[in-house]
């Protein structure tokens, strides 16, 4: 018996030399072993390898979405047989919109995770690819119990990670297996000024701050990330708010670090909540009525290896915690871009679509109307308006009325 | 071998009745779970976390439609407050496209069902007639919101409309006669050789499920 534990106490102790070595080390001196970089090459060998046999004499599903839309727009359809009348059809118009928008919504889609074409061997993918052949199922058991057994235990350890942000954080990217590519990097933001980046989810904030030193403005968690935010709260200044809280606080907050040019760079994700990578939805002014230097940052993760994003609607910080922990890897591309500034003649608002436009266009995301708050709440008023205004135009225009424009 | 699992006999009813397949009415299920939250049935408020729809000047018309009886059932009537999914579904399939194989009674009777669908649209107070004050909110409905507007042009436009409707379906009328309303049928002539098919109709896609056979 005695031997046996000896055996174990040796074990054990080559573990923790490893994890040492392999982890604690060079995340203390910001070096790659280059091990992440193995681990994913073979990764996606394998995904290639599952796609393959998955695609071999079939056609793959071709879209996520139900139904097709027509490609013509209000004006062609409805202008097209007006003929200067007011028209019924124009209420079989509106119907027909109606109903598509009841069964499917461009929004709602961001909202949920992204649908991949492939399937990575974790459990979020089409519904339709449930019958696999034997082989498949093999890899993806051995899959689940390296991902449950071996890796998971190894990054629990991890997971409480120590006072000093740097090391913290690099540790907590090599942690969830994070092989981040960091683009441009001569455009790393500088102090007083402001870093704006698209968010998916907590990583982002992880991801960036094991390239630099930032001050936070974030929505105040309770529970456990309210755990983490206090004890980072105590090393680093750091400004947090709550999401229903008055513009005009935050301004003042803002406004003060930045003039105080000593402090760190602020770090922002204007959409306000989590967006699930595929587009970049409506900036909020606030930051970028706040005047200074904003250095936009796109972060872009691949799908193939794990899904960052974050639905806070729907899954607790400890469900995504768990799903971020059990999939392959976190791998992502961060893009540092020229930084800019707001010219003269520009409102808060045309300054922040520029900025955005310029992130979407590097990340190669889309770049949606919407405002990221609706997956919380409405519609504005003035967006139905607009529409009604065009179709008024419409109908008045062709002369039905007869005293003159009234749009 | 062919698919791995059997339709259940209901889903075939539902099928059969609404003209979907088996694959569209699950992805339909899947949206009405989104948009119930997940419970058995939807009511008015689950139609505001649409934003899509908000664009749209009928909105109010369009969800009130899924809540209408008579276009649930036949001979019925009244308001229901919440639909479940079959009720869902047979909105939807108002909205089907026409398909080649029917005949043509069948094309007739398809024509009917969308053109009652509008017609109840219409005719908010159920009396089985569209007046000139229904017909009147309508178009203010549709140009409403807009606050350069004022609320003589939408009712002229009305006025205008409604006459023409009178002198399609009545013909001439004598100065003291008064049009009461449009009738159903009245709104069937009034749409007799316009084609109506290519207008109200949502493309719903056919998906193939991918099936191994190993």
Redesign the interface.
Same mark, same amino acid.
């Not at chain 1, 009348?85 to 709602?108: P, Q």
């Given at each position: 018996i005695e031997g046996r534990g000896l055996a174990e106490a040796k074990i054990l102790s080559v573990w923790m030399i490893l994890s040492v070595v392999l982890v604690l080390l060079p995340s203390v001196f910001r070096v790659s072993l280059g091990i992440s970089h193995f681990y994913v090459k073979i990764v996606i060998k394998i995904f290639e390898w599952a796609t393959l046999q998955?695609e071999e004499g079939?056609?793959?599903?071709p879209?996520a @979405?139900?139904?097709?839309?027509?490609e013509t727009s209000m004006e062609e359809e409805i202008a097209g047989q007006h003929q200067g009348?007011?028209?019924?059809?124009?209420?079989?118009?509106?119907?027909?919109? @109606?109903?598509?928008?009841?069964?499917?919504?461009?929004?709602?889609q961001r909202f949920s995770s992204e649908e991949l074409v492939s399937w990575n061997l974790l459990s979020r993918t089409n519904a339709?690819?449930?019958?696999?052949?034997?082989q498949l199922t093999l890899v993806w058991v051995i899959g689940i119990l390296i991902r449950y057994c071996l890796l998971m235990p190894f990054r629990a350890k991890c997971w409480l990670g120590n006072q000093v942000q740097l090391i913290c954080a690099t540790l907590g990217v090599r942690c969830v297996s994070g092989l981040v590519h960091f683009h441009n990097r001569e455009n790393r933001p500088r102090e007083g000024g402001i870093c704006v980046a698209n968010h998916t989810s907590p990583l982002d904030v992880l991801i960036l701050a094991s390239d630099g030193c930032y001050s936070l403005v974030g929505q105040a968690h309770g529970g456990l990330m309210g755990l983490i935010q206090k004890s980072c709260m105590q090393t680093t200044q750091h400004v947090l708010f709550d999401r229903s809280e008055l513009e005009d606080r935050h301004l003042v907050r803002k406004k003060e670090h930045i003039a105080d040019k000593a402090k760190l760079p602020i770090l922002i994700f204007p959409e306000g909540t989590c967006i699930n990578n595929t587009s970049v939805m409506m900036f909020k002014k606030g930051s970028f009525e706040v005047g200074g230097t904003i250095h936009p940052v796109a972060i872009k993760y691949d799908p193939r290896f794990g899904d960052a994003f974050w639905n806070s609607t729907k899954y607790s910080m400890m469900t995504y915690v768990f799903n971020v922990m059990t999939s392959w890897a976190i791998v992502c591309n961060v893009w540092y871009l020229p930084p800019m500034v707001k010219e003269e003649e520009e409102d808060a608002v045309h300054f922040a679509n520029r900025v955005r436009a310029v992130i979407a266009a590097r990340g190669g995301m889309s770049v949606l109307p919407?405002d990221g708050g609706?997956k919380r709440k409405?519609?504005k008023?003035s967006?139905?308006?607009e529409?009604?205004?065009k179709?008024?135009q419409i109908?008045?225009e062709n002369g039905?009325?007869g005293?003159g424009s009234?749009? | 071998m062919g698919s791995a699992h059997s339709v259940p006999a209901e889903m075939r009813e539902l099928a059969d009745r609404t003209g979907f397949t088996s694959e569209q009415i699950e992805h339909l299920h899947r949206r009405f779970k989104q948009l119930s939250r997940d419970q058995l049935t939807i009511r008015k408020e689950n139609f505001d976390s649409i934003p899509d729809l908000e664009f749209n000047p009928i909105r109010g018309k369009i969800v009130h439609a899924f809540f209408d009886k008579r276009n649930l059932r036949p001979e019925s009537d009244g308001l229901a407050d919440e639909i479940n999914f079959e009720d869902f579904l047979t909105i939807m399939s108002y909205f089907r496209p026409i398909e080649m194989n029917m005949d043509e009674e069948q094309l007739d009777r398809f024509r009917k069902e969308k053109l009652k669908f509008l017609f109840h649209m219409y005719d908010s107070d159920h009396d089985g007639k569209i007046t000139l004050q229904e017909y009147r909110n309508v178009v203010e409905e549709l140009l409403s919101g807009n606050p350069h507007l004022e609320k003589e042009s939408a009712r002229s436009i009305a006025d205008g409309a409604m006459m023409e409707a009178a002198s399609i379906c009545v013909g001439q009328m004598g100065p003291d006669q008064v049009y009461e309303g449009i009738t159903f049928e009245d709104f069937l002539k009034m749409w007799q050789g316009i084609d109506i098919e290519t207008k109200m109709h949502v493309r719903f896609l056919n998906m193939e499920t991918i099936a191994h056979c190993y």
């Open positions: 998955i079939e056609d793959l599903f879209h @979405g139900i139904i097709q839309r027509e009348r007011f028209n019924l059809a124009d209420v079989m118009y509106f119907s027909k919109k @109606g109903c598509e928008a009841v069964a499917e919504d461009e929004v709602t339709n690819f449930h019958r696999v052949s034997w919407w609706l409405k519609v008023e967006f139905k308006e529409q009604q205004k179709y008024c109908v008045t039905s009325v005293n009234v749009c | -």
